[in-house]
């Protein structure tokens, strides 16, 4: 969704200034035209040239730089902005923002602007908490900003707290949220399933798989990204909560199942991305199983609920079929047995394509018979299309 849009990156100064040149580099890498805009104290601590560098494109330090072509007499960066992105942004120019002052060039876009705007803040922590600095956040919210973070951690002054510029991928998260705030997904809810369940067969052991979460959260953002109200139903995974999505954790097939009845009483459409176990241990130990010096451990398995096959419903039901062999005739079973609207059947045969994988490989079926079959695609890109099925079927 960044590809080709113009973003307006606004980096002020705070010891993060130089975290900013990964968040340049990262929106640079997704096809979007990336304008640096820094203040003098943002210049103490990194180079325009590290911005001009990362993304291609000029810096702009300068509000009467009469060579400029973002001159200030034509409020240029504002008009041309498809969104502007403040990242550090200190205590100083939230100030001003909510002042309305424009005396430097951050300042003066902001207020010129009719694009969205994001702020990530990055302070020590006694300034981020003052009551000043709260009441300034509260009214940029007011006035439609996205705040993201920030995060609590180490800060530059030695201190623990809150105060730390979010991390790059939830700092992009906020943005293109926001950028897609008036999607054509816009009012509908998603509840989405991602993850491999984990069975406990003691209180140290489990049964699972090798789902990575990527897909389905891959899916849960790009709903999210183009409008939707998005919960996300997640087993244990090694991913960041995403910004912006109703995250709820769970851990078996069991608990899956309770919280995805629960999300769908309000739900337009189900998307079950999540590798659910099968089978869970009829009686799993409540103490660690002790190792015998020989002979075999027999544990006994029973099945598990099948949500999707279980989960009734007026909302849109999309299921995955995980495949070695036969991928389009297992997935047309399973489309038909689970009564779905949607299956994606994923070809897990090549390494680039299925679990833990960034890139997908899918053939998408629908209740009608027809087969679309997608090239390798990133599993953003797979969700995307698998979104415009849906609302293409949602249409009908
Ligand atoms: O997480 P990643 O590393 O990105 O990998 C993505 C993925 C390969 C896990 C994903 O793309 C995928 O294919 N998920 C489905 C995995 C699977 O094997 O599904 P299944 O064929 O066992 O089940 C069919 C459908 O029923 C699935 O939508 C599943 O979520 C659902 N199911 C399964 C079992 C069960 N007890 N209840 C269910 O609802």
Known sequence: MLKDKTVVLGVTGSIAAYKAADIASKLAQSGAKVLTVMTGSAREFVTPLTFRSVTGQPVITDMFDSQSQFSVQHV??????????????????????????????ISLTVLATKAPVVIAPAMDHNMWESPVTQNNV???????????????????????????????EKVLGALRMTMGRKGDLLGRRFVVTAGGTQE????????????????????????????????????PTALAQPVGINTIPVNTAREMNQAVAKAVLNADVLIMAAAVADYQVASPSLSKIKKEATGRLTLELERTPDILGETKGSFLRVGFAAESEGLVRNAAQKLKSKALDLIVANDITQADSGFGTDTNRVVIIDRAGSVEALPLLTKYEVAERILDRVNALSKV
Do not use: C
């Open 76 to 105: 240029s960066l504002a008009d041309m902005a498809d969104a502007i992105l403040i990242a550090p942004a200190t205590a100083q120019i939230m100030a001003k923002l909510v002042a309305g002052l424009a005396d430097d060039m």
């Open 138 to 168: 509260t009214r940029l919210r007011a006035r439609g900003f996205t705040i993201v973070g920030p995060g609590k951690g180490h800060l530059a002054s030695g201190k623990e707290g809150w105060g730390r510029l979010e991390d790059t």
């Open 200 to 235: 406990p067969i003691d209180p140290v052991r489990v049964i699972t798989n090798r789902s990575s979460g990527k897909m389905g959260y891959a899916i849960a953002e790009a709903a999210r990204d183009r409008g939707a109200e998005v919960t996300l139903v997640t087993a």
